[in-house]
């Protein structure tokens, strides 16, 4: 050491410094050996010096693992953590962590595993690219660690749990996809590379994106559910130990949610928005964890200075519109260079460690040695004794504005830095996409001017061979000329030859014939022998067949005849050939003395055809030699054009093969579409669920036309399968509608009667099997041309035949007479009601006339609160009307009122019903008032019809109701004009009630004058009567069930539903 001066000690501090930092920047890693002589200086924030000896080493790392992961509550130190990713550096592995960890007893204590995942995540993200190779060997033990603490619901066991399947996942992620590095930092080319530009592999890469992000939220999650946030648990040594090794779950969630943007955009590039419905909605899910994630960690106090976490947008980019893509922002997070730990000191980049070196170790030395020794370090001034009060004071004053002048400063020093870091960042990126761009340009000039200089080389061999082909049809011209001429000799002499030949050969004929007539003259001369000697023994031998005999004999006679007729025919012809053949003869002497002259001329022809095949196969040798050259350059164009052709063809068929791919990708869904369909309709909760046969053909009807479009792409498929873009629609619209079908054919079944309702419910099952087995012939290869979905639509036909049967028949008159009805009946109730309250105005003036005292005030308190009830119905039927009216214009488009009800007939149908109901109720009702009124009727009767009319209105209101606008001014009129009429009804049975209680005589009950047994039988008496009416009480329920259960089957029929027996 220099010195023991405060010079010295810096100069010495610094020298060991710089150069550790030289040997760093030279690429030594084991150069941090240089820092054991320096720092132990480094102060308790720096990492301890790595030593370059592999025991020393294996035994340092061994060491900091151990500190690493430990059972104390507090989070891992930053140094040692440092130390444990530079060994895996070091020995390019992670042998010497797996053997230390495996002695700890990470099954017994849930700290030490948490902290032991927390070391292993940072090894996978920053170590050395063997770690991950070292540590899938120990997936399974993970696995079974992970299930075990899962079992604790208290405290780290289930975040140890969650972590523990968070590293499994990494680790498979990483296994499946190596071309991602630990720390997930990837360029968009890097990114695409990865999917080898084929869409099924960013399909799947992205749902493992997905689960990836999904296992990060979830421990996420389960940390800050483990918080007692009410608290200020983030500056907490418990706290920071569970907050820590979220600072890589961030920097994991980032990269992840980045990728999982820029994958769907590929994918929706790619495929239709159909197929990435589930990416979109998982997407969403994870989107809004993911904010709200990174919102309530950035407002934690233990983050701010550890980290810069970023925020997502406001909303979900939308992956439809393409060019959202170019407004997506890769969120990134900063990690600010003096808050890597808060137990570690600011990390300085060992690059940039030379020019900051001198105030660095300043610093240093102040902590080491304390401020006071490098201000007097040898106590000058206390050896003087000087009064020194008011200079301490100035002195530490001084020290205080130092103090905060060097914190200002270290954190300007840090912000810079760290803006200089990312700039820095962007630089390289920049510069590496500016030199790719530049070496694309460079590869496209270059292929430019290759492919210029072969057109040019192509365009002079088009032109030779041009020339040379002109030179080749000028001699083939002469060639062919005197070929032409020689030919025309050589006809001529074969014609010569033919002509010698023929007559040789009739010679030869005519000898034949006479050879043969000469052999038949024989033959007849032998027969004729044989003949008579047939016909001696015939005669010899029997007498009776003599005429037989005679008859043969004269047959034989002809023939023998016919024999010699023909002999001498035979010989006239023998003269006449011989007569030709001597004129033959003399024909061919003077053809032979032709030929002779012939084969002179032939020969001068031979001589002259010499000299002519002389220079012809010189000629033939030059157009040899250039055809030869012309072949050449034949073959090697034919070469380049079957290697491109060949290229062509690859490439159509990975085409025909990739849209196949599609084609089974879009069938396996539509399949899963229908067998989701076929499996709801044991679901107990669809059981429920109705429907009406007409909104059944409906489907139906579509589900048809669009069997009709599947075809007819099938077949356009069929002529051109690198084509499937006609097709992937049909069949995502065909299992749409099948499966719509199939569920409302089942729960219009559960309105439907029981026959019916089973075929019904069997045919739809049966048209759910029969579309998978067209959907699986379409995903086989060898049964796509032969698929045929005739079945489907043989099924589907059957449905509609059952949907038509369970159509409501409706009122006895025509569709097109709806509507008149419905005006007719409405115009009916209206004047009912007219009339009901005319009556009971009557009624009210009569009662005034004739009555007096209590029953005057029970019929006018009765009356006048029918009156009311008359006002609010008559209210409550105009305002139908009109709400009625709006229905109609607003839903019937272009077609007439009566077209509307006609088309909605169940609904017109319910109108009609329920304006009946009103006007029966209020006729029946004034009749009840007016028998109460002469005290003929009961009380009630008037009750129960007042209660009656209020269900019949309210059955008009729910009618009006079902067609009409939510937010429609007369829907609210109408609602407003059924709660006048629920009141002014309350008002009536009130009335009625309290009439009743004034009327009715009470008996007075005095039992004083009656005996015990008077008493006693008056007892067994009303005992007696309570039975008798609780009897009838029980009958009248049976009957009133009974009748109700009858008006629901005439009802039914009204409405057109079908009694089970009828079937």
């Known amino acids: 050491m220099p010195g023991t001066s405060q010079k010295g000690i810096r100069e010495w501090a610094a020298s060991s410094w710089h150069e550790a930092a030289a040997a760093l920047r030279a690429g030594d890693l084991d150069a941090t050996q240089a820092l054991t002589g320096a720092g132990r ?5 720096q990492p301890e010096p790595f030593p370059s000896h592999p025991s020393t080493a294996s035994v340092f790392q061994t060491v900091s693992i151990n500190k690493a992961i430990n059972t104390q509550e507090v989070a891992v130190k930053e140094k040692h953590a440092r130390t444990c990713i530079l060994g895996t550096h070091h020995e390019k592995g992670a042998q010497t962590f797996w053997s230390v960890v495996n002695r700890l007893p990470l099954s017994g204590n849930a700290v030490l595993c948490w902290k032991f995942c927390h070391v292993f995540h940072k090894l996978l993200r920053d170590g050395h690219s063997n770690v991950l190779k070292d540590s899938v060997r120990y997936k399974n033990e993970l696995s079974d660690m992970s299930r075990m603490w899962g079992h604790l619901s208290e405290g780290y066991g289930q975040l140890c749990s969650i972590y523990l399947k968070l590293l499994r996942t ?9 071309r991602f590095p630990g720390n997930l930092q990837m360029s968009d080319r890097q990114l695409d590379e990865a999917g080898e530009n084929d869409v099924n592999n960013f399909f799947q890469l992205t749902v493992e994106m997905f689960d990836y992000l999904e296992c990060e939220l979830n421990l996420f999650q389960t940390v ?9 648990v983030s500056v907490t040594a418990a706290g920071q130990c569970r907050l820590a090794p979220l600072i890589q779950v961030i920097l994991d969630c980032s990269h992840l949610y980045d990728y999982t943007v820029k994958l769907l955009f590929k994918l929706h590039s790619c495929l239709p928005a159909d197929t990435l419905q589930g990416h979109r909605d998982r997407f969403l899910e994870q989107f809004r964890k993911l904010k709200d994630l990174f919102y309530r960690s950035s407002n934690l106090q233990y983050f701010k200075r550890l980290i810069q976490i970023p925020q997502l947008p406001e909303n979900p980019p939308n992956f439809l519109r393409a060019s959202a893509l170019s407004e997506h922002i890769s969120p990134v997070v900063v990690i600010p260079a003096e808050a890597s730990s808060p137990d ?8 940039e460690m030379e020019t900051a070196s001198q105030s660095l170790f300043d610093n240093k030395f102040d902590d080491i040695f304390g401020s006071s020794f490098s201000s007097d370090p040898f106590n000058f001034n206390s050896q003087n004794g000087m009064n020194k009060d008011d200079k301490d004071r100035l002195i530490e004053q001084l020290y205080r504005e130092i103090g905060a002048l060097k914190e200002e400063l270290e954190s300007f020093k840090a912000e810079s830095e760290r803006h200089s870091l990312q700039l820095r960042g962007r630089i390289s990126e920049l510069e590496a996409e500016l030199a790719e761009q530049r070496h694309l340009k ?14 040019e080389e192509l365009k002079k061999q088009r032109e030779d061979t041009e020339k040379a082909q002109r030179s080749l049809t000028e001699i083939e011209r002469r060639a062919q000329a005197n070929e032409q001429r020689y030919s025309k000799l050589k006809e001529k002499y074969s014609e010569l030859v033919q002509n010698h030949a023929d007559l040789l050969r009739k010679n030869a004929e005519v000898t034949k014939q006479v050879t043969v007539a000469r052999q038949a003259q024989g033959d007849v001369e032998r027969e004729k022998k044989e003949l008579e000697d047939s016909f001696q023994r015939v005669s010899e031998q029997s007498q009776r067949k003599s005429q037989e005999q005679a008859e043969v004999l004269e047959t034989l006679k002809r023939e023998l005849a016919a024999s010699k007729q023909e002999l001498q025919v035979l010989q006239g012809t023998l003269e006449t050939s011989m007569q030709a053949g001597a004129e033959q003869n003399t024909r061919i002497a003077g053809l032979e003395q032709e030929r002779d002259s012939l084969s002179h001329a032939a020969a001068q022809h031979s001589k002259d055809m010499a000299a002519l095949q002389a220079e012809l196969q010189q000629l033939r040798d030059m157009l040899s030699s250039e055809k030869e050259s012309n072949r050449k350059e034949l073959e090697t164009l ?13 490439l159509q068929q990975r085409r025909a093969e990739e ?3 599609l084609l089974q990708g879009s069938v396996r869904e539509a399949e899963r579409m229908v067998q989701d369909a076929l499996g709801r309709l044991e679901d107990p909760a669809h059981i429920s669920c109705t429907g009406s046969a007409d909104y059944l053909l409906s489907r139906t009807s579509a589900a048809s036309e669009c069997i009709e479009k599947l075809q007819d792409a099938h077949s356009k498929y ?12 049909c069949v995502a619209l065909f299992a749409h509608l099948i499966s719509d079908t199939i569920l409302q054919g089942s729960a219009t079944s559960h309105m439907a009667p029981m026959e019916p309702a089973d075929r019904l419910l069997e045919t739809c099952k049966q048209c759910g099997s029969e579309a998978i087995s067209y959907l699986s012939s379409l995903q086989d290869p060898g049964s796509v041309a032969s698929a045929d979905c005739t079945a489907v639509t043989d099924c589907l036909r059957r449905i509609s035949t059952i949907g038509e049967e369970l159509r409501p028949r409706g009122l006895d008159v025509k569709q097109e007479e709806l509507g008149d009805l419905v005006d007719k009946e409405m115009a009916a109730t209206s004047a009912a009601i007219e009339t009901a309250a005319a009556r009971i105005e009557e009624m009210l003036s009569k009662a005034r006339a004739g009555d007096t005292g209590v029953k005057l005030e029970v019929n006018e308190r009765i009356l006048g609160s029918c009156t009311s009830l008359m006002q609010a119905i008559q209210v409550l039927v105009l305002a139908s009307k009109d709400l009625q009216r709006e229905i109609v214009e607003s839903g019937r488009g272009a077609a007439s009122p009566k077209e509307f009800y006609a088309k909605n007939s169940r609904w017109t149908e319910g109108l009609i019903s329920a304006s009946k109901a009103v006007g029966w109720g209020a006729t029946v009702m004034v009749d009840a008032a007016d028998l109460v009124v002469q005290g003929k009727g009961k009380f009630e009767e008037l009750m129960v019809c007042s209660h009656e009319i209020a269900a019949s209105t309210a059955q008009l209101v729910a009618a009006s109701k079902v067609k009409a606008d939510k937010d429609s001014t007369n829907l609210s009129k109408l609602q407003q004009a059924s709660r006048s009429v629920n009141q002014a009804t309350a008002g009536v049975v009130a009335s009625t009630k309290s009439g009743k209680s004034q009327i009715e005589e009470k008996d007075s009950m005095d039992f004083s004058s009656m005996t015990l047994t008077q008493i006693k039988r008056q007892e067994m008496d009303s005992q007696v009567r309570v039975l008798e009416l609780e009897n009838q009480l029980q009958k009248e329920r049976q009957k009133l069930g009974e009748l109700r259960k009858k008006h629901y089957e005439l009802a039914g029929v009204a409405e057109g539903w079908e009694e089970d027996g009828t079937d």
């Open 659 to 661: 849209q196949f791919a």
């Open 41 to 45: 200086a480094g102060g308790p924030g």
């Open 344 to 351: 570690s000191e600011p990390i300085t980049d060992l690059v």
């Open 170 to 178: 990494k680790m498979e992620f990483h296994t499946k996809n190596p």
């Open 442 to 455: 460079q590869q496209a000039l270059d292929d430019s001017e290759f492919l210029r200089t072969e057109l």
């Open 638 to 650: 034919q070469t380049q054009l079957q290697d491109k052709e060949s290229a062509e063809r690859t």
């Open 224 to 232: 800050f559910s483990s918080l007692d946030m009410s608290r200020s």
């Open 718 to 729: 069929l002529a051109n399968r690198t084509d499937v873009s006609t097709l992937l629609p």
